[in-house]
């Protein structure tokens, strides 16, 4: 019933509680999912003063692939995606959110976390966001804005971009991306004009294999032109030597 409401150019509002999915919510060109969550530290709490789940609008995915998609397609295309003031979480799947071949994105005061309450695994074992290009021409993604989000214990990546080699114009501002066990944002591709900024960036890369290259990183690109990376806390995990960039 859910993915019938995300027609193109809808606005979908998510009421407050938790809605269990298993299936993929897939998003179209001009859709906008949003609740009225408000904050990680917002818990609902149990008799036994345990956190049950976030105040707001919580999906819970139990699932083993993508919570939330769009999904490949043929072409290129050019419309607004905003997903803003959810919480997303889970003990399973291989994504949290999955957006490919689209020009225009926005995640505002979003909560993507691996864990289920109380936690027993960590899930999103790919990443929290994953952001790709379709390969080939024209092979880009742009105009992506992250930011006051909380993207946070996964077993994957925190941000993933890839796909492609024109990944350009990316703001990542106001975030907190912490403990993510493959890293915490990277970039694969040639990647234009991004700005980092205002970040808390920690505690990614804590089970990252040694000798890749590519984890274990707080920030990483593997080909980083026109950069701005500014006023960020970083911090590699507790009792390991992982680089922050």
């Known amino acids: 019933a859910l993915n019938t409401c995300l027609a193109e150019n809808s606005h979908v509002f998510i009421p407050e509680g938790v809605l269990l999915h298993s299936g993929t919510i897939i998003l179209n060109i001009g859709t906008r999912l949003s609740g009225p969550w408000t904050g990680p530290d917002a818990a609902t709490k149990t008799d036994a003063g345990a956190s049950l789940y976030l105040s707001g609008s919580s999906l819970h ?17 050019d419309g607004q995606i905003k997903i803003d003031h959810l919480q997303i979480f889970s003990g399973g799947g291989t994504r949290g959110i999955h957006l490919k071949g689209i020009l225009d994105i926005w995640i505002d005061s979003v909560c993507v976390n691996g864990q289920t309450f109380p936690a027993t695994t960590i899930g999103f074992s790919h990443s929290a966001v994953h952001v790709e290009a379709i390969t080939g021409s024209p092979g880009f993604v742009g105009i992506v804005r992250i930011t006051n989000s909380v993207i946070r214990y996964t077993a994957g990546y925190g941000i993933k971009v890839d796909g492609g080699n024109n990944l350009n114009a990316f703001s990542i501002h106001g975030n907190r991306i912490q403990g993510n066990e493959l890293g915490g944002i990277y970039s694969g591709g040639q990647s234009m004009g991004w700005d980092i900024g205002g970040n808390d960036i920690e505690g990614n890369g804590n089970a990252a294999p040694t000798g890749t290259g590519d984890t274990g990183h707080q920030i990483y690109s593997t080909y980083p032109v026109g950069w701005n990376i500014h006023g960020n806390y970083m911090e590699p995990p507790v009792g390991t030597s992982s680089s922050l960039i």
């Not at 995915?61 to 295309?77: C, E, N, R, W």
Request: glycine share 12%.
């Open 61 to 77: 995915y139990t699932g083993s692939g993508i919570a939330v998609d769009h999904p490949a397609t043929a072409a290129f295309q």
